[in-house]
């Protein structure tokens, strides 16, 4: 931890959930991508006076290790899928259905973002895919170096899939960039068909949206064509699938769209 | 409260550059498509800066206007929201302005004595 600037996250837990005894040898951290250094600015002594011009941008280091991941991701064939929505629209309903649809063709794992509890990381794991929690406390968003622990902890094996579900919340996690190869924005029809306007940085940086819940579109106000058209809005030519994990209806859409991932963003 | 760890990132990105120096005045640039929002980033300033150099500075924050070309018609036009949809109905809008998000200078605190 930096005493300057205090970052080092100190209350973030990363836990992967006990699945089995083969992977009993405890976490080796020096497996995964590399993770923010704990110490060391590049502090300078020269006497500095007037106006210092800076330049940085300001999500200059999450950017920074977010390609780490990307690199790390890439050598290994692993592709990352990074799943944000507001909270409750069926992310973790997706993902236990997803994985029982691609098991056992595809090893797929999980990377849960929540800010307490471990509930997500218990659902998944019943699934029988590994899992590992992320626990942000106060944070309300999954950030690169974050990311890079969880992968640490899971240790995807090569050419696998990762789901990561961010923290449920529509604003903050569409600012920081996790290295991963496309994201995917999940909104349920039960929000209603303005939330790509009200929320347009998240749809601004979807690469694919997926509409949930569409067997609840009898019971609400919502026109589907109209919703859709709110995400190309600020999002112009997205890609987006209207699914219901409840029936199964456009799930073999999504399944299709996955296997066109490649680890590395187009 | 992204603007927490955001404003995080404006003391890493300074002191990287002037160490251990009080700092005066901060100036930052959100443009108004960043997603940031500036009162918010002014709170956790106060937050974050208290026990570094930048304690007690004063934060500017410069909000470039969004403006974007479109690349079927070649229209330049000023864009107050992130709906990307040119007047000549295209969709195909390359966005010039408005999403900056960084630290642009500081001026530094004069020597004391
Ligand atoms: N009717 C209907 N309900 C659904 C569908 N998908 C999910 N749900 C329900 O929506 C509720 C929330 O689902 P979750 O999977 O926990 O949502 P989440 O996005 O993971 O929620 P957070 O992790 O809290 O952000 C649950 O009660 C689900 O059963 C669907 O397609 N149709
Ligand atoms: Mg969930
Ligand atoms: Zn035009």
Same mark, same amino acid.
């Given at each position: 931890?930096? %005493?300057?600037?205090?970052?080092?996250?100190?209350?973030?837990?990363?836990?992967?959930?006990?699945?089995?005894?083969?992977? $009993?040898?405890?976490?080796?951290?020096?497996?995964?991508?590399?993770?923010?250094?704990?110490? @060391?600015? @590049?502090?300078?002594?020269?006497?500095?006076?007037?106006?210092?011009?800076?330049?940085?941008?300001?999500?200059?280091?999450?950017?920074?290790?977010? @390609?780490?991941?990307?690199?790390?991701?890439?050598?290994?064939? !692993?592709?990352?899928?990074?799943?944000?929505?507001?909270?409750? $629209?069926?992310?973790?309903?997706?993902?236990?259905?997803?994985?029982?649809?691609?098991?056992?063709?595809?090893?797929?794992?999980?990377?849960?973002?929540? +800010?307490?509890?471990?509930?997500?990381?218990?659902?998944?794991?019943?699934?029988?895919?590994? =899992? =590992?929690?992320?626990?942000? @406390?106060?944070?309300?968003?999954?950030? &690169?170096?974050?990311?890079?622990?969880?992968?640490?902890?899971?240790?995807?094996?090569? %050419?696998?899939?990762?789901?990561?579900?961010?923290?449920?919340?529509?604003?903050?996690? &569409?600012?920081?960039?996790?290295?991963?190869?496309?994201? !995917?924005?999940? =909104?349920?029809?039960?929000?209603?068909?303005?939330?790509?306007?009200?929320?347009?940085?998240?749809?601004?940086?979807?690469?694919?949206?997926?509409?949930?819940?569409?067997?609840?579109?009898?019971?609400?106000?919502? +026109?589907?064509?109209?919703?859709?058209?709110?995400?190309? &809005?600020?999002?112009?030519?997205?890609?987006?699938?209207?699914?219901?994990?409840?029936?199964?209806?456009?799930?073999?859409?999504?399944?299709?769209?996955?296997?066109?991932?490649?680890? =590395?963003?187009? | 409260?992204?603007?927490?760890?955001?404003?995080?990132?404006?003391?890493?990105?300074?002191?990287?550059?002037?160490?251990?120096? *009080?700092?005066?005045?901060?100036?930052?640039?959100?443009?108004? /498509?960043?997603?940031?929002?500036?009162?918010?980033?002014?709170?956790?300033?106060?937050?974050?800066?208290?026990?570094?150099?930048?304690?007690?500075?004063? /934060?500017?924050?410069?909000?470039?206007?969004?403006?974007?070309?479109?690349?079927?018609?070649?229209?330049?036009?000023?864009?107050?929201?992130?709906? /990307?949809?040119?007047?000549?109905?295209?969709?195909?809008?390359?966005? /010039?302005?408005?999403?900056?998000?960084?630290?642009?200078?500081?001026?530094?605190?004069? *020597?004391?004595?």
């Amino acid at each position: 931890m930096c %005493g300057t600037c205090g970052c080092g996250e100190a209350d973030v837990r990363v836990e992967l959930l006990a699945f089995g005894p083969d992977r $009993s040898g405890g976490p080796d951290r020096s497996r995964g991508p590399d993770q923010e250094e704990p110490a @060391g600015h @590049g502090h300078r002594h020269e006497p500095l006076t007037g106006v210092v011009d800076i330049e940085t941008a300001l999500l200059a280091k999450n950017d920074h290790l977010a @390609g780490h991941n990307r690199a790390w991701l890439a050598e290994r064939g !692993i592709v990352a899928l990074n799943l944000m929505s507001s909270p409750g $629209s069926g992310k973790t309903s997706l993902l236990a259905r997803t994985i029982a649809e691609l098991t056992p063709s595809r090893p797929v794992s999980v990377i849960e973002g929540d +800010q307490e509890t471990r509930i997500d990381a218990e659902r998944i794991r019943s699934t029988g895919a590994p =899992v =590992v929690q992320i626990n942000t @406390g106060a944070g309300c968003h999954l950030d &690169a170096d974050m990311l890079a622990r969880g992968l640490a902890e899971l240790r995807p094996p090569d %050419g696998s899939l990762v789901f990561v579900e961010n923290v449920g919340n529509l604003v903050c996690p &569409a600012l920081f960039d996790l290295g991963e190869a496309a994201r !995917i924005v999940v =909104v349920s029809v039960t929000e209603g068909e303005d939330k790509p306007l009200k929320y347009p940085q998240m749809f601004s940086v979807a690469d694919l949206v997926l509409i949930n819940k569409v067997d609840l579109l009898p019971y609400v106000d919502v +026109q589907l064509p109209r919703l859709v058209a709110h995400c190309r &809005a600020v999002r112009p030519g997205v890609r987006v699938l209207p699914l219901s994990v409840t029936t199964g209806e456009g799930m073999a859409a999504w399944c299709d769209w996955l296997l066109t991932c490649d680890p =590395v963003r187009r | 409260m992204h603007e927490l760890a955001i404003t995080q990132g404006v003391v890493d990105a300074v002191t990287e550059r002037t160490g251990s120096a *009080p700092v005066a005045v901060v100036r930052v640039r959100v443009g108004r /498509l960043a997603g940031v929002v500036p009162d918010a980033m002014r709170f956790c300033f106060e937050l974050v800066t208290a026990g570094t150099p930048l304690e007690g500075a004063e /934060l500017e924050i410069e909000q470039p206007e969004g403006r974007a070309r479109c690349r079927s018609c070649g229209r330049n036009f000023a864009l107050p929201d992130p709906v /990307l949809l040119c007047r000549c109905g295209s969709a195909d809008v390359e966005v /010039l302005a408005g999403r900056e998000l960084g630290v642009a200078s500081v001026v530094m605190a004069e *020597p004391a004595g």
